[in-house]
Structure formats: C-alpha cells, structure tokens
C-alpha cells in the first residue's frame, strides 16, 4: 500500500513463493484497498499469476489496465525470466523462492522455501521499468545481499534424485564409473550411492553395478525409473491398462485447478476465481471425490478413477471442469500415455516384451477410437456414442453393498486395484509399509501379509 499511495502511476509485481500464499497476500491487499480513505489512492486491482493458474486466468495478466487503474500482480519465480509484463514500473523482491529438492536419506523430493541467488535477486530488480524507469524494493538487508546471499542458485543436478541420469549413464554400457565420472556441476557422493542403491533394489543393476535387461527395458520408457519399473512388474500382475494410465497420471504436474486438488475440496477456489463449482453436476461430481477420499484407497487408485471417468466422457472438458480438474494436465497426461503405448509398442508386438499383453493393446486401441467420435459427438450437441447423456458426469464408482463406493474402479477389478498396489510398491528401497483395507499391509517390496491385529 505505500507504494500505491505514494508512488507515481505504475503497476507493481510481487514475488511471493507459491499458490497459498499469492490467495492470502490477494486477500490482504484486496482488504487494505478497501479500507483506504476515499481519495487517497486511484484505484487498484490484484492479479494472481502462477504455473497452474488456467491460461483464461493468467491472459488477464497481460492485457493493460483501464485508464486510471493500477494493476499489483502478485506472482511466483514464473515471472522471473519466463514472461515479460509491459506497464510493470514497481518490484517487491521477498528474496525468496520454493525449490523442488530431494533428500537421499529419506529417498523423498520435497518443495521448501529458500532463499534466491544475487542472479535471481538481479532478474527481479529487471522485472521492473523495462519500458521507462522504475524501482525494486528489495524485503531484506544490503548487508544479507553482499554477505550472506547465494551467488548462484545450486545446478538442479546437485539437489534432484539422480535415478534416472544414473540408469542413463549404465545403459550406456561404456562401463562408467558414477562415482568418479567428470560431472560438469559434480552432485554429492551420497546422492551417487544413493541412486545405485536404489537401482539395485529396482533390479535395474547387479551387485557389480552392471545393468540388466529390467534395467535396460526401463531405460527405453520415458519415465521415472520406480515407474518404469512398476509399469513392466504390471504385466506379470494383470494390470498393465491401469498400470501406463496412472504412470501418465503422475507425469503430469499441473492435474487440478489451484485450490481444487482433493485434498482441497472443502474450502474450493480461491484468488483464481474458477468458475467450476457452482453447478449440480459440479457439486455432485466432488461429491464422489469425498467418497473416493473416504475410502482410503489412495492417490493412485484416485488418479486412476479420474482417468477412466474423463476417458469414459469422451475427453470431456465439462468433465475436467466439474472435477476441479486442468483441461492442460489432463491432456498432457493424455499425450504421455499415448507416447508409452509408442514407444512400449511400437510395432505391436513390443507390449509383450515390455509388460502388458494383446488383450490390453486391443482394449486400449479401442479406447482411443472412440475418442474422436465422441468430441464430435460432445460438440455437435448430439447423442453420445458411449450412452451416456452429454451433461450426466460417469459415475467414478459403483456404491457397494453399504451404499459406499465399493473397490470396483471403471474397468478395472477390485483384484487389477489390489495388482496395481502390488505393481507400486516394487521396488521402493526403503521399507515402508502402507495399510489397507481389512488389515492388509503393504511391503516396500511388493508382498502382501495380514496384520496380525
């Protein structure tokens, strides 16, 4: 606010960290706005703008201002170097930015606040007066900037899991020693061992660090390499279809709306302002969600009911509305599992050497026909070839003998869900457990045994 009732005419841009924070800071400002003695200040509206944010919301960024108005986009790192915001005269630098890092001990990635480099803190300060003279105010000492701030930001290769660009480097067969290999930004030595530790238990090396033939299969498959892995353990446990749908699934960054994923269907929207919420069959279709929550089923069978539920509806936008779902994740999704079943199959007979059989193949191909018939179908206003009505949304489970939803999830059994847990659980290198229904217990690696309770 001391910058829009003391500083000439200009939009402002904030850097603040992620989602949660930019619909607080939105709410506060919207408040302070509100609040100002009349004729303090012009006018001022607060825009959000993040990666997830619906591109009909993020345009609202770039178009200019009534006459008069003053705009204060409150925005993530995206705005950093990814865009470029015209009638941007004002920065608030926070000096700090959420960073993706993963830690080996506990085998986990984890999404903290840290603070940003002199070449970061540099990149804000040009955010601003890029088409006349402007300012940047910066929340933290000139004492913190020379002394104590970062030079650079740590490369990416020195705080991600290693997995993958270590099973690279082994298919490779050059025979390459990891831990002594010329890495141009050289990652800590425990990350190393961390990730061939990993990859022996996921049966993608030998105990002389060579690679398998799993090891080399999971190489050619564009995931990470414990999906990779879980995808060619599905063929033996029959559930390669929902096997490649859920890997899709968890490629995709971006799968709801902000403040619309699962675990945020009791307090829905947000600074967004999304217009998904407010119909019947919107309410009716998180309704089945809460079920589905309910049951304890978990994140991947979840996933997998949305899947088959937006496929069953014919790729349908109303579907991903309805469900607080991204159109963009859901597609991207879409794509990713249509490169799998490439490059699994190419020819048509690769999907049995990978992991799956002909009968998955069939009913998958099946599936993507129906797909354009059914968008011609959607759009034309006229009747759909699955059957069911164009605004009726497909039931994502069936109710149970208790009036519950029961395990059955689309076209997949309760036995492919139980497989699929099975198929998951291969190849985590730590033993951890999860529970499930009727005392089952679920190992690390892949077994299945009664809780004694």
Not at 45 to 69: I, K
Not at 247 to 270: R, V
């Amino acid at each position: 606010m001391q910058i829009h009732t003391s500083q000439p005419e200009g939009d402002i841009l904030v850097f603040l960290t992620g989602q949660a924070e930019i619909d607080k800071a939105i709410g506060k400002i919207n408040e302070a706005v509100a609040s100002l003695p009349a004729g303090s200040a012009g006018p001022l509206v607060a825009l959000p703008l993040y990666a997830s944010l619906p591109p009909e919301l993020q345009v609202r960024v770039f178009r200019p201002a009534p006459e008069g108005v003053r705009r204060c986009i409150v925005a993530t790192n995206v705005a950093e170097t990814s865009i470029t915001v015209e009638g941007v005269v004002y920065v608030v630098d926070t000096g700090v930015v959420k960073q993706k890092s993963y830690q080996p001990s506990s085998g986990m990635d984890s999404l903290d606040v840290v603070a940003i480099s002199r070449v970061q803190a540099t990149q804000r300060a040009g955010r601003a007066g890029r088409t006349r003279p402007g300012k940047c105010f910066r929340l933290y000492t000139r004492n913190y900037y020379d002394h104590k701030m970062p030079n650079v930001t740590a490369p990416e290769i020195q705080r991600t899991s290693l997995v993958g660009a270590v099973l690279y480097l082994k298919s490779l067969q050059l025979d390459i020693d990891v831990l002594s290999f010329d890495f141009l930004d050289p990652p800590a030595t425990a990350a190393l061992e961390d990730a061939l530790r990993q990859l022996l238990v996921l049966d993608a090396i030998d105990a002389d660090g060579n690679v398998t033939p799993m090891g080399q299969r999971m190489a050619g498959l564009p995931l990470d390499p414990a999906l990779a892995r879980a995808l060619l353990a599905a063929r033996e446990l029959g559930c390669f279809t929902e096997m490649i749908s859920v890997a899709a699934m968890l490629s995709s960054e971006h799968l709801f709306l902000a403040g619309q994923a699962p675990g945020d269907i009791t307090n829905p929207g947000g600074s967004g302002g999304h217009r998904s919420l407010d119909n019947p069959h919107a309410r009716a279709s998180r309704e089945q969600l809460r079920a589905l929550m309910a049951e304890g089923l978990g994140d991947h069978v979840l996933l997998l009911r949305l899947w088959e539920g937006w496929e069953a509806a014919g790729y349908s936008k109303d579907f991903a509305r309805d469900h607080g779902m991204d159109l963009r994740g859901l597609n991207f999704a879409r794509d990713i599992r249509r490169q799998l079943e490439a490059v699994v199959s190419p020819d048509g007979s690769g999907l049995d050497k990978l992991g799956g059989n002909r009968d998955d193949r069939k009913r998958s191909r099946q599936d993507t026909d129906k797909e354009g018939e059914g968008h011609q179908a959607a759009r034309a206003g006229g009747p759909d070839p699955s059957g069911r009505g164009r605004h009726k949304p497909p039931q994502l489970s069936e109710a149970g003998p208790g009036g519950g939803a029961s395990a059955s999830c689309g076209r997949a059994s309760a036995a492919q869900v139980d497989a699929l847990r099975r198929a998951l659980t291969i190849g985590f290198a730590n033993k951890w457990v999860s529970m499930g229904g009727a005392g089952m217990v679920y190992h690390a690696q892949g077994t299945l045994c009664r809780h004694p309770l």
